[in-house]
């Protein structure tokens, strides 16, 4: 099947060799309509004037960036000094977002490997149920998690019924319920690309270092995580900028109390403030932090594909 | 939570594939979540053989941005609240009519005619007005409820079992309110005392929430809650055991009201559909299914018992409300900061 496409894509190459670039217009439409121009017009309304109430005037200003690096008091005009607001916000983002993953990789890790060990059916009956939380709307998933959690939920109903505990656990509207928030939210995100790579392991290599020696250690430190290294790395990726960005679950399940970067960005085109200069501005800087730790990820891996 | 509910009107989507010809004309309404039965848009489209589509928004702000992002002239009327009207008036969203233009014009309760917010009423009716303050739970509460300390100040049993509105608008006024300065003030201590205060009470708050604020309540997990007097009267009919208050040093007290908007596609469905909510059996309606209160004379026969004798929607003769107040651009920037600095 494979070879008889092959040869007839071989025969054809000459018939499509004028529509390459043709063909390739498709791809360069969705990118330049669905990529470059929405951020590229952040990009420019993040260095424009804002109209009082929402709206921006054409007019070229700094302001934006002004306001997230400098604080200029409750009136605006003490002398600048840095501004630790934002700064914290995007850090208590990052710190969320980051044990969230951590977890994921906990819990995402042995569940991938076990998955994948099985033999054929049962894998993919265990992969089918993996996917079926995810047939339900991430809002309705989180709410059932606040249900489940709040003082008089089940959880502390049945923990105070078996006498474990005499007094509720208090989680929800806290930073710990956002964490199990977006843990529960993304974890199939860290199961599938790591069974993907482990998968491909060839097992064959734990039993040549258990031949030489080995220990079960040494095995998994030596040979298993380099191999199944690029899965763990798409994995946390794929769960942490995500995360990084949420606000369903600071939002719900956190309380709203503090603000994250995405319900900081949220604010300025929806609330009051009405500032769309700066909530362009911010989601700039959360785009650049996040290209930044992906350039430095695809060099990483390139660095080892020359090794 | 803030995201735009697409609300397709399904039976009458329904009835539209088959009569899609016959329709006179369409009527596109952009209104709050929860406000307005559907048993009403059914009888509207029915009575005048027109298609109804509705939008729905949570907050004036972000009902203001989505037209400002260009969604202006593709919807007709909107419910705006009346410092929105306001402010929307100035921005030249809104399109004017002549009483005359409303046989129903009449019914309008006269205290509601001339208001402050759209003078003589050439662009907006009003739809239903109610009040903003808080709500205790008895079992966990049993002294006095009506002064805001409750909220700002509360006592040792209360403390961190409160929901506040994300609103920052009612809360500041609330807030004001309680230190007894007036709102958008822009003398600086007042500004400062006014940062000081929601500051130092935040730590007591257990989470900010609008469209959560009926449902903490029913569920128990908050014991005050800052709320709409109407989804108070909610919270209570689902067995919440609370009481509203109306609070010594003042309240919020609010009309939403639906305006006209500039470039409305439909301009002669959308004021045969304001005429017909000026109708008291139709304002009645929406006053038995929201709770609140209409602005129309006559509603009394059509309303329910319990709206009619709820306590939410019968406050006090004194104090009365204030409404909220528009605030000038550089007093409105030093309200975002302080609003910034409370959720940092």
């Known amino acids: 099947m494979a070879g008889a496409l092959t040869t007839s894509k071989a025969s054809n190459n000459s018939t499509y060799a004028g529509l390459g670039n043709l063909l390739m217009l498709p791809s360069w439409l969705v990118i330049g309509f669905f990529l470059v121009l929405p951020v590229g017009m952040m990009l420019i309304y993040s260095f424009l004037t804002k109209e009082f109430r929402g709206g921006i005037i054409w007019e070229f200003s700094l302001a934006a960036y002004d306001q997230f690096f400098f604080d200029r008091g409750l009136f605006g005009d003490d002398p600048a000094r840095i501004e630790w607001t934002y700064i914290k916000i995007f850090w208590r983002s990052i710190w969320q977002a980051g044990v969230a993953t951590f977890f994921c990789l906990l819990i995402g890790f042995p569940t991938a490997w076990f998955i994948a060990t099985r033999t054929g059916n049962s894998r993919s009956i265990w992969l089918f149920l993996i996917t079926i939380p995810y047939w339900v709307n991430l809002l309705i998933r989180t709410i059932s998690m606040k249900f489940l959690i709040r003082d008089t939920g089940p959880l502390n109903e049945f923990l105070i019924s078996t006498g474990i505990i005499s007094d509720p656990i208090h989680i929800i509207n806290t930073n710990f319920a956002v964490q199990l928030g977006l843990f529960y939210s993304y974890l199939p995100f860290m199961v599938l690309p790591i069974y993907a790579s482990v998968e491909r392991y060839n097992f064959a290599l734990s039993e040549a270092a258990a031949d030489l020696y080995a220990s079960r250690i040494t095995t998994l430190r030596q040979i298993i995580l380099p191999t199944v290294k690029p899965g763990i790395i798409a994995g946390c990726i794929l769960v942490f900028v995500p995360s990084l960005g949420a606000f369903l679950a600071p939002d719900l399940l956190g309380g709203a109390k503090t603000f994250m970067i995405g319900s900081l960005i949220e604010e300025q085109f929806k609330g009051n403030a009405g500032n769309w200069p700066f909530g362009a501005a911010v989601s700039m800087i959360l785009l650049s932090m996040v290209l930044i730790v992906l350039t430095y990820y695809a060099r990483q891996q390139s660095k080892s594909g020359e090794r | ?344």
């Open chain 2, 1 to 344: 939570m803030n995201t735009f509910l697409k609300i397709s009107v399904s039976a009458l989507a329904m009835t539209l594939v088959t009569n899609a010809a016959q329709a006179e004309g369409k009527l596109s309404v952009y209104h709050w979540f929860e406000y307005i039965p559907q048993e009403l848009l059914d009888k509207f489209a029915a009575e005048y053989n027109v298609e109804v589509t509705m939008d729905t928004f949570d907050s004036n702000e972000s009902m203001l941005a989505s037209l400002k992002a260009g969604k202006l002239g593709s919807y007709d009327v909107s419910v705006p609240g009346d410092y929105m009207v306001e402010i929307m008036a100035s921005e030249g969203m809104l399109d004017t009519f002549e009483p005359s233009e409303l046989s129903n014009f009449g019914n309008i309760m006269p205290q509601w005619v001339d208001v402050s917010f759209d003078k003589g009423r050439h662009s907006s009716i009003p739809y239903q007005w109610g009040t903003t303050s808080f709500s205790v739970n008895r079992d966990a509460y049993k002294g006095d409820i009506n002064t805001t300390d409750i909220l700002f100040n509360p006592p040792e049993e209360l403390r961190g079992k409160i929901n506040v509105l994300d609103s920052q608008g009612e809360l500041l006024a609330l807030a004001s309110l309680h230190l007894g300065i007036p709102q958008c003030t822009a003398d600086r201590g007042q500004l400062k005392a006014l940062n000081a205060l929601v500051q130092e009470a935040k730590p007591h708050w257990a989470s900010f929430g609008s469209d959560v604020a009926k449902d903490v309540l029913v569920s128990g997990d908050a014991a005050v809650g800052m709320i709409w007097s109407g989804f108070s009267a909610k919270a209570r009919s689902e067995g919440a055991n609370i009481e509203y208050a109306f609070p010594k040093q003042g309240y919020v007290v609010w009309m939403d009201n639906m305006v006209l908007l500039k470039d409305a596609p439909n301009r002669d469905n959308a004021l045969k559909f304001m005429n017909f909510l000026l109708e008291p059996e139709n304002a009645a309606a929406v006053t038995n299914y929201a709770q609140y209160t209409a602005g129309v004379t006559g509603t009394e026969p059509f309303l329910s018992d319990d709206v009619k004798n709820s306590p939410e929607s019968n406050p006090p003769a004194s104090p009365v409300g204030s409404f909220v107040a528009a605030c000038s651009q550089d007093v409105q920037k030093v309200y975002d900061t302080i609003w910034t600095n409370l959720k940092k």
